[in-house]
């Protein structure tokens, strides 16, 4: 009896092992499959196929497994085979981590980024006049911090509400910007400005409602500045990462991604911060992250601990937006900080998340 017992676990180990090299032979033609496809543009998950192998399988089922066991196991192998093209293309993206395994770091004007510390844009949500973002500029640039944000063009939801100076706007920009060191952080919604913009702007900034403008990321991603990516409102951290692979195909890799918050049910604020995306983007890419606490929350009460959020997350920066008058502001006024308010805030994020080793690699 032990005889022929050993003789079966002999045989069942030889079928397994026969499964075994049948399974990884599967799984390199499903790679060779998900390669066809992903050059093709096709879904990888296709139900029709999927649908026809079970109904294959079931009928050629001698026994002794049922035919819902046969399913069922089936669509283990199926669904394994999925994850595989996934992660075969994960791994094929030039913001993949697995491609790069060393974090980008971004030199802007002598302030890096992604290399460990913690930088702060701020500054306006939209350029008014040259005496709003003058002092806007003299408190960012007495509060430590060298990068200046301001909206020259304001894509609305309504047609009606301020649009922003254009290329004005940018030009107050950088006047103020030069007077004070500082270096520039522009929003730009057309590829056709992108061309003029470079002679204002150090960072292109491309906003959530333009993070699937395709023609604007080639666009910017033809140049040598940096871009920083806001994700789109209702995008998920795969449209995110491939909206950077965008970039970084047409050969600038010195990318900022910038989680903004996104769209769900609830009110209470203007976005929802998905502040678990910033270990996921900086575990699924080699690319620095930022935390808008502004657009994310579109409260002033709760820059402050969204901001703390972002810094004790591992965020490579956090921005956020200041205006001399928010009552007064063309935009967005309920949720800019004022001067004063602005200084505290950086006194009790500074208490909180010390900026070191910002001038280091």
Do not use: W
Request: some cysteine.
């Amino acid at each position: 009896m032990d005889n022929e017992l050993e003789q079966l676990r002999q045989q069942l180990d030889g079928v397994n092992m026969d499964l075994l090299k049948l399974i990884n032979q599967r799984a390199e033609i499903v790679q060779q499959i998900g390669a066809v496809k992903e050059k093709q543009g096709i879904n990888r998950f296709d139900p029709v196929r999927e649908r026809d192998m079970l109904t294959e399988l079931t009928q050629q089922n001698e026994g002794p497994f049922e035919n819902s066991t046969i399913e069922y196991l089936f669509k283990e192998i199926f669904k394994a085979s999925l994850e595989l093209q996934h992660d075969d293309h994960r791994k094929a993206l030039l913001v993949s981590r697995k491609k790069q395994p060393d974090n980008t770091v971004i030199d802007i004007k002598g302030d890096k980024i992604g290399n460990g510390g913690f930088q702060h844009v701020m500054g306006p949500c939209s350029v008014e006049s040259y005496d709003q973002v003058a002092q806007v500029a003299e408190a960012v640039k007495r509060n430590g911090i060298n990068f200046l944000r301001g909206g020259a063009f304001k894509p609305r939801t309504s047609p009606y509400d301020f649009q922003g100076l254009g290329l004005e706007g940018l030009q107050i920009l950088k006047r103020a910007a030069d007077e004070y060191g500082l270096a520039v952080v522009s929003e730009i919604v057309n590829p056709a400005h992108i061309a003029q913009a470079l002679d204002y702007v150090d960072v292109i900034q491309i906003g959530a409602r333009n993070m699937q403008n395709f023609e604007l990321l080639k666009a910017a991603g033809e140049t040598d500045k940096p871009v920083l990516l806001k994700r789109g409102m209702s995008a998920t951290i795969s449209e995110f990462i491939n909206a950077a692979e965008y970039i970084i195909s047409r050969g600038n890799g010195r990318i900022i991604l910038c989680e903004r918050g996104i769209r769900t049910y609830e009110k209470a604020t203007r976005n929802t911060l998905d502040i678990s995306s910033v270990p996921i983007l900086k575990q699924e890419t080699h690319l620095p992250v930022m935390v808008d606490v502004t657009h994310s929350t579109g409260r002033r009460d709760l820059l402050l601990p969204a901001a703390k959020a972002g810094a004790a997350i591992g965020a490579d920066g956090i921005m956020a937006e200041v205006h001399p008058d928010p009552a007064v502001a063309l935009s967005d006024s309920a949720q800019q900080m004022d001067i004063p308010t602005f200084d505290q805030f950086m006194k009790e994020l500074d208490a909180f998340a010390p900026r070191k080793g910002m001038q280091q690699d």
